[in-house]
């Protein structure tokens, strides 16, 4: 028999799912244990030592931190879908970059990282809070700055906020032997798989698209085997766990993510369209509009320009502020990747954290707004858009 690779969009229908007919289930079982019955405590043993060095899994779980059935289900779902051989989840993003570089300091003293990045990742790795230092680099400079003491490579593509795009495969092989971690929540698996261009760790905050319905914080990280036993490693001693509930509602949302992540791109296309054509607008920063760095980057390593964009008003944070105001539908809240449409400004909110030196010259303006266009009517999103503008124009206007 030959074998058939599903489609994506199969496997994000049936990953995780495989055992289901065994089982006699159609659902996947929601395991809240916080601890399980040792009968044999040879085998306990064996297990207890097995999870504590990173096992993916053993004769018996022992405890909730050390593993869960739930959340395993849906790290192997995410595994299929982004191509890694495994994956490891977290509480939140944040806990899931915090893992990493934990897991990086035993490979040496600093990592280099691309700006613009989270606005929190970017304080979590300027802050040298976990022990390990950061060197700012562009991706072009990734090559000479490595030295012997360089534990990994940090870039966001698309980077939040201003959609520019880095070429992954150029910084891989431009980092040699040193890992890459790419955090790839803007794109999705349905857009971009890093570990085929050559990435060893694809982040996501899953509170984004693979949630979708902004009911769940969680982080993920996609990864090889001796990556995943290493992030297992910090997970159980440092406890930064995904609750099975939250895993359970992400393997659920997962059948859908392809549906919703291509729905919203075509509305995001419209928008951004339109936008750039409003004249309360001065720039629009989307890959689909070719007006983000690297945009010719959304057609071959990404199947797309996603569904994020950013624009900035004339009127600047005054501006800003009367659109977040006046909006109806949208929902202004930080955030992204939900089926609901949402808006927010990265200098007053998300990028706060961020020094204003480095908000300038990641282009994180006082009239900057960012859209995560969501799944809804494109016409009512643009009705809703157009008449925050006109409310934005008059409150300038009075
Ligand atoms: C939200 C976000 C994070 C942090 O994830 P949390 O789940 O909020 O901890 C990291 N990277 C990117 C690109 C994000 O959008």
Redesign the pocket.
């Known amino acids: 028999m030959t074998h058939h690779r599903p489609h994506p969009d199969t496997l994000g229908v049936h990953a995780g799912r495989e055992d289901f007919a065994a089982l006699g289930v159609h659902a996947p079982p929601l395991d809240l244990s916080t601890t399980y019955p040792v009968t044999d405590l040879d085998e306990g043993t064996a297990s207890f030592d097995a999870l504590v060095g990173g096992a993916a899994r053993a004769a018996n779980p022992i405890y909730a931190r050390l593993h869960n059935p739930t959340v395993a289900r849906f790290e192997q779902a995410l595994a299929q879908l982004e191509g890694s051989r495994d994956a490891v989840a977290f509480a939140?993003?944040?806990?899931a970059?915090s893992a990493c570089l934990l897991a990086a300091r035993q490979r040496g003293g600093h990592v280099l990282a691309v700006r613009p990045l989270?606005g929190?990742?970017d304080h979590l790795l300027a802050s040298g809070l976990l022990g390990i230092g950061t060197r700012w680099v562009r991706p072009e400079e990734v090559g000479s700055a490595i030295d012997g003491d360089t534990a990994m490579v940090i870039i966001?593509t698309p980077a939040?906020s201003t959609l520019d795009l880095i070429d992954i495969a150029a910084v891989v092989r431009a980092a040699g032997t040193v890992p890459v971690l790419v955090?790839s929540?803007?794109a999705t698996p349905v857009l971009q798989q890093p570990v085929a261009l050559g990435a060893t760790l694809v982040l996501h905050?899953?509170?984004?698209f693979l949630g979708g319905h902004g009911d769940v914080?969680?982080?993920v990280v996609a990864c090889d085997t001796e990556w995943a036993a290493a992030l297992r490693q910090v997970r159980a001693a440092t406890g930064g766990l995904l609750h099975p509930l939250g895993a359970y509602l992400l393997h659920r949302g997962l059948p859908t993510l392809s549906l919703r992540v291509h729905k919203a791109q075509a509305n995001a296309q419209v928008v951004a369209e339109r936008l750039a054509a409003h004249p309360a607008v001065a720039r629009v920063c989307y890959p689909g509009l070719g007006t983000v760095a690297n945009a010719h980057l959304a057609g071959s390593q990404m199947r797309g320009p996603g569904s994020l964009l950013a624009f900035e008003l004339h009127g600047g944070h005054a501006a800003a502020a009367a659109v977040m105001a006046a909006v109806r539908l949208a929902t202004p809240a930080v955030?992204?990747g939900s089926v609901d449409t949402l808006i927010q400004h990265p200098a007053g909110l998300t990028h706060r954290v961020v020094d204003a030196q480095t908000q300038a010259r990641c282009g994180i303006t006082a009239g900057l707004l960012r859209l995560s266009v969501g799944i809804e009517d494109v016409e009512d999103i643009w009705a809703d858009l157009l008449q925050a503008l006109d409310a934005a124009r008059e409150a300038k206007a009075a």
């Open positions: 939140s993003g944040m806990a970059m989270y929190t990742s966001e939040n955090d929540t803007f905050s899953a509170t984004k914080i969680a982080g955030s992204l």
